[in-house]
């Protein structure tokens, strides 16, 4: 039986400008979330349109909204439907990596603390919410991409001469280990080493990206600065274990962003703790916490705690990312939790741009 009073957009869209997007600290209808709003004998249908699929609140969103409808006099079903329109800032016409959105970098001060693992996975992550995702392993002397995802081809050169990134599960990939033979080291001066990474931004065919994850090498030398200069850099993650030493490094890589004016999205811990498989007992092998009071410390934001996990190890040696070896693992989902952290930290960047643009593709939460 349908409601004794009719339903109005305007009691729809009152009490929808009561659901606040965390993040943005605003409304989801002065945010200009609400689409398509159609009534019909009480029936109420819209489409909530996010900043990006990876956004960590969106399933509360939907449910914020479809019991704040549902109690409005007269409303007998409310059908949501969840998409996104991934914001970017606006680019100069004359930048590189034109149709490219957002540009994340994943840096660390130092090497071994397991920044390629934490940034293939990521990028992996994010593309699992339906977004398009590069990946570009800026680490010239070492790179570890195409062992880390089982790819040994090499890409395609256009008749241009522009380079074609190897596509694969839905990823667009680039890095020096596809150009140059795996046996043969690298032996570069750093002028070599730039003109490369220029050469990723500028001569590869990347397309339309929502996001480009970029693999730097560690430390704050040449190809930290070319890239933080050359390309429009939405932010940087900073990875470090929990460990002093480690540490003391990340903060040298979080200054040199702030140096250039690059934002940091946040620090993540990696090998933040190990679970034994037999007995379930937690262990702390390079002590616990310290990324996350160092953030704290500097001001940034915590995007999470990676545990350490053998098949992290044996997925990186065989081409099996763990978010794709093991979806259901914790560190898996550790992982997807940071590239929603990432996300929503990319977007709440860019709302505070004044140059924001939108780029519209497909994507639709599944119907609970």
């Known amino acids: ?3 004794s009073k ?5 009691s729809v869209l009152q009490v929808l400008s009561t659901v606040m997007d965390p993040d943005l600290h605003r409304s989801i209808v002065e ?7 159609e009534i019909k004998a009480g029936e109420v249908r819209f489409i909530v349109e996010l900043t990006t699929p990876a956004c960590p609140v969106k399933e509360q969103l939907k449910s914020e909204c479809e019991r704040k409808v549902a109690a409005v006099e007269g409303v007998t079903k409310v059908d949501v439907t969840m998409t996104a329109n991934v914001t970017a800032r606006g680019m100069d016409a004359r930048a590189v990596l034109q149709g490219v959105k957002n540009v994340i970098a994943v840096a660390s001060g130092k090497g071994g603390v397991g920044k390629s693992t934490c940034a293939v996975n990521l990028a992996v992550a994010l593309s699992e919410t339906g ?4 990946l570009m392993d800026a680490d010239v ?6 062992m880390m995802l089982g790819i040994e081809r090499r890409p395609e050169v256009t008749a241009d001469k522009r380079i074609v990134p190897i596509e694969h599960k839905g990823l667009k990939l680039m890095s020096m280990g596809f150009l140059s033979d795996e046996r043969t080291p690298v032996i570069w001066r750093g002028p070599m080493v730039a003109g490369l990474i220029q050469q990723f931004l500028s001569s590869v065919v990347w397309g339309e990206l929502d996001y480009l994850v970029v693999d730097m090498p560690p430390g704050t030398g040449d190809a930290q600065l070319t890239l933080a200069q050359q390309a429009p850099l939405a932010g940087a993650v900073i990875v470090s274990t929990p460990q002093s030493i480690s540490l003391l490094d990340a ?9 250039v004016k690059v934002p940091v999205l946040g620090l993540v811990e990696n090998m933040s703790y190990f679970i034994c498989s037999h007995c379930n007992q937690r262990t702390d092998i390079f002590r616990h916490g310290g990324a996350r ?9 915590f995007l999470g705690e990676i545990p350490i996990d053998p098949d992290v190890v044996i997925g990186g040696d065989e081409g099996q990312p763990i978010v794709w070896r093991n979806p259901k693992s914790k560190v898996a989902e550790a992982y997807r939790e940071v590239a929603r952290n990432v996300a929503a930290r990319v977007s ?4 505070r741009s004044p140059a924001q643009t939108n780029v519209s593709f497909a994507w639709n939460a599944p119907k609970s």
């Open 1 to 3: 039986m349908f409601g």
């Open 6 to 10: 009719a339903v109005s957009k305007e």
């Open 31 to 37: 945010l200009g979330f609400i689409k398509s709003l």
């Open 131 to 134: 977004a398009k995702v590069g």
């Open 141 to 146: 002397y070492g790179p570890s991409i195409p």
């Open 251 to 259: 903060r040298k890589g979080l200054k040199m962003f702030e140096q």
């Open 293 to 301: 009071a160092e953030a704290e410390r500097l001001g940034v934001p």
């Open 348 to 351: 709440i960047a860019n709302a």
